[in-house]
């Protein structure tokens, strides 16, 4: 069971916008950035968001991420059949003194 | 270019112990913190711990907690992670990453190495 949350699963069919949650608490999104990490099946995790909405370079501006309180979301527009991956999001929590990964949610191209 | 290329995984037996290397080059490693994260087959990804970049400050993941011990050597790019009493829980490919500090997030990462514990 992990302090922050998302949900298991999420789909669209291409071009559509979805949207990605993750909760947590007053030590971790609450009082840090929350990080996005995107794993493609049988590779390593990428970066995909930091400083909760920030986008390294080379992440194309279909993702975009937000916070507000001890929420956060990602959102990916123009959703395209390469989006298929396990979308992470992680912040630092506080209270634990630890790096803490939500479950993961797998995002479907129908 | 940036390369985090981890190795020392294999199978071991419950409660045995075994080393795992980060060889980091491509960037001025002194100035990064480096991370383990590790994913269990068909599992999520599970945060295992943390050196910040002069390598007196760690974290520990409660569930390793005690058994685990992550080292650095700036000297010679490297990472480390000992791995001791070790059970079945710990199978799991074993991630390194990079992190620079100032709230950039883990924006390298190694592709891995697996550790099996089993009999």
């Known amino acids: 069971q992990s302090v922050v949350t998302q949900p298991p699963s999420a789909s669209g069919t291409p071009g559509q916008r979805v949207t990605i949650s993750c909760s947590g608490g007053?030590?971790?999104?609450?009082?840090?950035?929350v990080y996005w990490y995107r794993q493609l099946p049988g590779t390593a995790p990428k970066l995909l968001i930091f400083r909760s909405n920030q986008r390294p370079s080379g992440v194309p501006d279909r993702f975009s991420g937000s916070k507000s309180g001890t929420s956060a979301s990602l959102a990916i527009s123009g959703l395209r059949s390469e989006d298929e991956a396990d979308y992470y999001c992680?912040?630092?929590?506080?209270?634990?003194?630890?790096?803490?990964f939500g479950i993961g949610t797998r995002v479907t191209v129908l | 270019q940036v390369q985090l290329v981890e190795s020392g995984g294999g199978v071991v037996q419950p409660g045995r112990s075994l080393r795992l290397s980060c060889a980091a080059s491509g960037f001025t490693f002194r100035s990064f913190g480096v991370h383990w994260v590790r994913q269990a087959p068909g599992k999520g990804l599970e945060w295992v711990a943390l050196?910040?970049?002069?390598?007196?400050?760690?974290y520990y993941a409660d569930s390793v907690k005690g058994r685990f011990t992550m080292s650095r050597d700036n000297s010679k790019n490297m990472v480390y992670l000992q791995m001791d009493s070790l059970s079945a829980e710990d199978t799991a490919m074993y991630y390194c990453?990079?992190?620079?500090?100032?709230?950039?997030?883990?924006?390298?990462w190694g592709q891995g190495t697996l550790v099996t514990v089993s009999s």
């Open positions: 992680a912040a630092w929590d506080d209270n634990l003194s630890a790096y803490v």
């Open positions: 007053s030590s971790n999104i609450g009082s840090n950035h």
């Open positions: 050196t910040w970049s002069d390598g007196n400050n760690k």
């Open positions: 990453a990079r992190d620079e500090g100032g709230d950039t997030g883990l924006d390298y």
